[in-house]
């Protein structure tokens, strides 16, 4: 039952978790849980059902599985969640590296751009998809939801106005933009007189990527998707870990992970 629900989680790409108690009263009782649905398969003991209910839903936001402690009971909570997507507008330099990368860390990435000598499936081995058009032309093959992660490329205002204007209110995980700072403030300002909030605009990394003094288009790609990977686990500073204070790895409980 277990296992049929958990295969159906993963077939349906739908995020949850499989919950089994691991020490204390209990041992090996397990449950599976889908984020939005509650329990679908099995059940935990029901003095600790809701907590542990609430921590899967906080874990799987995150992607993060851990063992957490309630009272005398150990349980191990493990993500299930479906293949995040990367969309990434415009076929330059710095896409070439950037989606064999984010391949290469599970992403199915979906490379655009309006000019077909630039946008193959041949230059873009790694792809899951490649489409070629303007952004207005290929936005019906396009999905954007929470599992999105979106980096635009080139910052044209014919190529960013109509890519910007699909993101907003979308549930995009993160939207990340190429430019300058000072490019980057023209960029707020239209999106404000467009109409945009100080927290809609705020969802916009740019410019994109941390700050590593990323040189090469593999470099600014390596940039690129460590700002991803800190907005898809949702915590790390992005600074150097040496001569940092305190544990190394923290799970969201507060407790350090062992190395």
């Given at each position: 039952m277990v296992t049929e629900a958990?295969?159906?989680?993963?077939?349906?790409e739908r995020l949850g978790s499989v919950v089994t108690v691991v020490a204390g009263a209990d041992i090996g009782t397990k449950a599976v849980i889908d984020s939005v649905d509650?329990?679908?398969?099995?059940?935990?003991?029901?003095?600790?059902?809701?907590?542990?209910?609430?921590?899967?839903?906080?874990?799987?936001?995150?992607?993060?599985?851990?063992?957490?402690?309630?009272g005398e009971?150990?349980?191990?909570?493990?993500t299930v969640a479906p293949q995040p997507q990367m969309l990434i507008f415009g076929s330059d330099e710095v896409a070439l590296p950037l989606t064999k990368m984010a391949?290469?860390?599970?992403?199915?990435?979906?490379?655009t751009d309006p000019r077909p000598a630039f946008t193959t499936a041949e230059r873009f081995p790694d792809a899951s998809?490649?489409?070629?058009?303007?952004?207005?032309?290929?936005?019906?093959?396009?999905?954007i939801d929470r599992r999105t992660y979106v980096v635009l490329l080139s910052h044209s205002p014919r190529f960013e106005d109509p890519v910007l204007e699909l993101l907003a209110g979308s549930p995009a995980r993160y939207i990340g933009a190429m430019g300058s700072r000072r490019t980057?403030?023209?960029?707020?300002?239209?999106?404000k007189a467009g109409g945009w909030s100080q927290e809609e605009?705020?969802?916009?990394?740019g410019p994109v990527?941390?700050?590593?003094?990323?040189?090469?288009?593999?470099?600014?790609a390596v940039s690129i998707l460590a700002e991803v990977i800190q907005a898809r686990y949702g915590f790390g500073t992005g600074e150097s870990l040496q001569g940092q204070e305190g544990p190394i790895h923290v799970g969201r409980d507060g407790v350090e992970e062992p190395d």
């Open positions: 958990t295969r159906r989680l993963v077939e349906a509650g329990y679908v398969a099995g059940e935990m003991p029901s003095d600790i059902a809701d907590a542990v209910l609430d921590d899967s839903r906080q874990l799987a936001e995150h992607e993060q599985s851990r063992t957490l402690a309630y009971r150990q349980v191990f909570i493990e391949h290469e860390l599970g992403f199915r990435v979906v490379v998809g490649v489409l070629v058009g303007w952004p207005d032309a290929v936005k019906d093959q396009i999905t980057h403030a023209k960029r707020i300002e239209k999106l605009v705020e969802r916009i990394h990527g941390l700050d590593i003094g990323a040189e090469s288009p593999a470099e600014v």
